[in-house]
């Protein structure tokens, strides 16, 4: 073993086993393994050039580089020499063709064919088997290489494909871990992300996701828009991951909300139309039976009768002027004319003139104020409008059978403003309607409460007027029981006189 050592092609085969770890070693990218190869090859003899096949004679690499040297042309020989497993040397033309086929664990992997000047020496067929005994497990090598380097370019598209995909979204999407970190945000996310309430609001549903492992939804207004936010779980190897779509559906809202008045346009026609006939009819039915009966009919019927068409001829004179404001409020043209004057005067005098109204409909009517004078700088005629609107509904919408109704209307001075209370035990308000009774046309379904006539227009009217004097109006009402108006007015605005 020792002596074998000492020889010429003992010494090569070792230079040549450090020289293959050594240029393997150096080896980073698939590009470099022929050079390294062929450096390799030269320390053994001086090829001319050189050309590796795999075991289906394909992927040719080749020195000098791109060139296939024709090795077709030695398609037989080499046919013959990779079924052989037989390390050949020919001559062809002027120089010798060899033939180094590659095995590994008993399976054929390729071959080397190279070109010399002249015949290698015993030896330098040694080297030679040696090396391409070591090539074939870097021919195996490049072939996987080759093979994950494919696979990794088809991933890499398919994601790309994929988020390209994600990119055309209208949507924002984000994929959020089980740690709570965003993994993934489409280019919509990434363009509109600098919505912080947005982006809150869509993380905490999708932590809600991740902790429930259940599908969750969410709504957002910002900045006057809205959002419908969805996340849905996803498993990610032992971890639960949010899919989580944020869309725009501001114009869906808007379209409803249109949809929504345009339903109620046409419930408020039929109905006005109605609201209107019925004092018509009763005023023309009463001057008719005048006229018929002019001669025998007796002074106190005549009277009877003509206050009938004067209540009447009022109740129209004031679904008019509702209409009128509400036309006016539309147009922003409702004007508040104000001036320094006594609001309790002004609600009491409101109350007053609703006292036969309630007293016609079995309601006990009552006022109350600590103080004799709250002095604020209001519209009086608009301000009688708001108290005589609340009072009428709070008497409209009274239980029609019950004992003991009341209406128990209250004025009360804050620091800056004053407090108008209209009270009453009626049939009260649904909750989930509380919030619509102050939008146009909204009316409660009367087969909730019993037919009662009206346009739907009052509260709005009266929210409007309120909130042209800088105030605000709320409900606090219980189905069944009675609902509580609050109207809360500064008694002065500086440096604006709230008109438009
Ligand atoms: P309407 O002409 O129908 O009275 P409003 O705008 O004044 O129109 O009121 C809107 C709706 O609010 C009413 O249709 C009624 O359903 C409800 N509402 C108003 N005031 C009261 C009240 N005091 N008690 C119960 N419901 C009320």
């Known amino acids: 073993m020792a002596e074998s050592i000492e020889t010429t092609s003992g010494k090569k085969i070792i230079t040549l086993f450090s020289s293959f770890i050594m240029e393997l070693n150096n080896i980073k990218s698939r590009d470099q393994i022929l050079s390294a190869l062929v450096r390799i090859l030269r320390k053994i003899v001086s090829p001319k050039w050189v050309v590796i096949l795999d075991e289906r004679k394909k992927l040719p690499l080749s020195f000098p580089k791109d060139d296939d040297h024709n090795y077709m042309r030695f398609s037989e020989l080499i046919d013959w020499a990779m079924e052989n497993n037989s390390h050949s040397f020919y001559p062809v033309g002027d120089e010798i063709v060899g033939l180094l086929p590659m095995i590994r664990a008993g399976e054929i992997r390729g071959i080397i064919i190279l070109g010399l000047n002249e015949e290698p020496k015993v030896e330098e067929i040694d080297a030679l088997r040696v090396f391409s005994f070591l090539s074939s497990t870097v021919a195996e090598n490049i072939m996987l290489l080759q093979e994950l380097t494919e696979k990794n370019r088809l991933v890499e598209e398919t994601m790309n494909y994929l988020h390209s995909i994600l990119d055309t979204f209208p949507e924002m999407v984000i994929v959020v871990s089980q740690e709570g970190e965003i993994v993934y945000m489409n280019r919509r996310f990434v363009e509109e992300s600098n919505n912080d309430e947005i982006k809150e609001k869509a993380m905490q549903i999708a932590r809600e996701v991740i902790e429930t492992g259940t599908r969750r939804t969410g709504e957002i207004e910002s900045d006057g828009q809205f959002y419908s936010i969805v996340a849905e779980p996803l498993k990610y190897y032992s971890t639960t991951q949010a899919v989580t779509t944020i869309m725009n559906i501001t114009s869906t809202k808007e379209l409803e909300k249109l949809k929504q008045i345009d339903r109620m346009k046409a419930e408020f026609i039929a109905n006005i139309s109605h609201e209107l006939r019925t004092p018509l009819a009763a005023i023309k039915a009463y001057s008719e039976t005048i006229l018929n009966s002019l001669e025998e009919i007796d002074i106190d019927t005549l009277k009877d009768f003509t206050k009938t068409i004067y209540e009447e001829s009022q109740h129209l004179e004031n679904l008019l002027n509702e209409l009128l404001d509400f036309s006016k409020m539309e147009r922003k043209a409702l004007k508040m004319e104000r001036r320094n004057v006594n609001v309790?005067?002004?609600?009491?005098?409101?109350?007053?003139?609703?006292?036969?109204?309630?007293?016609?409909?079995?309601?006990?009517?009552f006022f109350e104020s600590n103080d004799d004078v709250i002095e604020a700088y209001v519209d009086p005629t608009r301000i009688r409008q708001v108290a005589l609107n609340l009072i009428s509904n709070a008497i409209k919408y009274s239980k029609k059978e019950a004992e003991n109704k009341y209406v128990r209307v209250k004025l009360e001075k804050k620091e800056d403003t004053f407090l108008l209370l209209v009270e009453d035990n009626g049939v009260g308000v649904p909750k989930d309607k509380l919030g619509k009774i102050f939008e146009k046309f909204y009316r409660v379904d009367s087969s909730l409460t019993y037919e009662v006539s009206g346009t739907g227009l009052g509260l709005s009217?009266?929210?409007?007027?309120?909130?042209?004097?800088?105030g605000r109006v709320w409900v606090e009402s219980e189905e069944g029981k009675g609902s509580t108006f609050n109207v809360e007015i500064p008694l002065s605005l500086e440096g604006n006189d709230g008109q438009h």
């Open 344 to 365: 309790v005067e002004v609600i009491k005098s409101a109350v007053d003139s609703m006292m036969e109204y309630a007293n016609s409909n079995k309601v006990k009517l």
């Open 461 to 470: 009217i009266v929210k409007e007027i309120v909130e042209l004097h800088g």
